[in-house]
Structures are given as C-alpha cells and as structure tokens.
C-alpha cells in the first residue's frame, strides 16, 4: 500500500541556508537548481540520509541525461534531470538506483524540489493551474516510476522536498491518486520540508 508521510530537515549550513532562503523568494526553477546544488555538495544531509537508509555509498553526482556513470552493487550515483521520459515530459528532478544481486534495481530514491505547497487548488487562475499541475505531476511521476520495467521489482522511495510544510488538505490529497493506480503501492512519497529558517 502507498504512504505518504512528513519530514522536515533542517538545514545546519550558514551558505546552504541563505542561498535556500533567498531561492525560496524566487521561482521554482531557482529554487529547483539552489537546492540541487546543495544536495550536491552536500551542505543539506540528503545524500547522507540515503546512505544511512540504504548503507551504499552514493559516490558522486551525474548530470549527464543519457549517458553516464551508473549504480552497481556496491556504490550509487545521483542522477541529476536524468530522469524518466513521458510524453517529452522529464520526471522527476532526480534519482539513485540501488542494485541487488544480479544488477537488479531493487530500490529508487526519487526527488522531486518544488515551492509549492497546495495541490488543492482548482480553477482558471495562474495558482490554480500551477496547483493542479503540481497535482498531476506527483501522481504521474509515481505512476512512471512504479510502471517502469527495470523497477518492477524495487522500492520506490519519492521525496518532495520544499521548503514550507505542505496544507492539510495537500496531505489527505496527495495519497488518493497512490492507492488508485496500479503498481504505486510500493511508492512511498515524502514530503520533505527543507526548513532554512
């Protein structure tokens, strides 16, 4: 069955925090690249805390979007905008594919960055339209992962990371799409709140 839970990290790095902070102020795209490139240099423990949950050393970061370095057994690597191809439409911003025996991706670590905080919202306003975007985007892109035959026999861990915690309306919409398509009961989506205050 599909999860969904809360986290929230602080961010301990004085540059880390201020770069996010003014990020935050900005648009999404901005933020989506100040907080990649935290997550690269690891000012923000993400990478660490997928170590620790995995015991794999995630080894360095890839940028290149079709070829490139690739996970073994034994290490992983970040893939930055890699990845997943749907109606020319790229999800989410980034993975790290864990291998088992047999070069067998036995678990996905998915990140998606984004400021927004309410999935709720339906309508003809810009708001409106970039919340139902943001609605479908997070369904669509666990549906992808969940459906994609190298991952048929992996976990599928995706974490939203944004800086504000999300409504409570987001929480209960969020989970709904999970438990009604196929496959995503083996998704676990977290909201991730990357708290830089």
């Given at each position: 069955?599909?999860?969904?839970?809360?986290?929230?990290?602080?961010?301990?790095?004085?540059?880390?925090?201020?770069?996010?902070?003014?990020?935050?102020?900005?648009?999404?795209?901005?933020?989506?690249?100040?907080?990649?490139?935290?997550?690269?240099?690891?000012?923000?423990?993400?990478?660490?805390?997928?170590?620790?949950?995995?015991?794999?050393?995630?080894?360095?970061?890839?940028?290149?979007?079709?070829?490139g370095p690739r996970?073994?057994?034994?290490?992983?690597?970040?893939?930055?905008?890699?990845?997943?191809?749907?109606?020319?439409?790229?999800?989410?911003?980034?993975?790290?594919?864990?291998?088992?025996?047999?070069?067998?991706?036995n678990r996905v670590?998915?990140?998606?960055?984004?400021?927004?905080?309410?999935?709720?919202?339906?309508?003809?306003s810009a708001a409106?339209?970039?919340?139902?975007?943001?609605?479908?985007?997070?369904?669509?892109?666990?549906?992808?992962?969940?459906?994609?035959?190298?991952?048929?026999?992996?976990?599928?861990?995706?974490?939203?990371?944004?800086?504000?915690?999300?409504?409570?309306?987001?929480?209960?919409?969020?989970?709904?799409?999970?438990?009604?398509?196929?496959?995503?009961?083996?998704?676990?989506?977290?909201?991730?709140?990357?708290?830089?205050?």
């Amino acid at each position: 069955m599909a999860t969904v839970a809360t986290r929230r990290i602080q961010v301990q790095d004085a540059s880390a925090r201020r770069d996010l902070k003014e990020a935050a102020g900005g648009s999404g795209k901005t933020y989506e690249q100040a907080l990649g490139g935290c997550i690269s240099r690891r000012l923000v423990p993400i990478l660490e805390m997928i170590e620790d949950e995995t015991g794999i050393p995630v080894v360095g970061v890839s940028m290149e979007r079709t070829r490139g370095p690739r996970s073994s057994q034994s290490q992983a690597w970040f893939q930055w905008q890699r990845g997943h191809r749907r109606d020319g439409i790229r999800w989410p911003d980034a993975t790290i594919e864990f291998l088992g025996a047999g070069s067998i991706v036995n678990r996905v670590y998915a990140l998606e960055i984004s400021l927004q905080t309410d999935v709720t919202r339906i309508g003809a306003s810009a708001a409106c339209s970039m919340s139902m975007g943001k609605a479908s985007q997070i369904a669509l892109t666990a549906g992808i992962l969940a459906s994609k035959p190298a991952y048929r026999q992996a976990c599928i861990e995706y974490w939203y990371l944004c800086p504000w915690e999300p409504t409570e309306e987001t929480e209960n919409r969020l989970l709904a799409p999970l438990q009604n398509m196929h496959g995503t009961g083996k998704v676990a989506l977290t909201w991730t709140i990357m708290d830089h205050s």
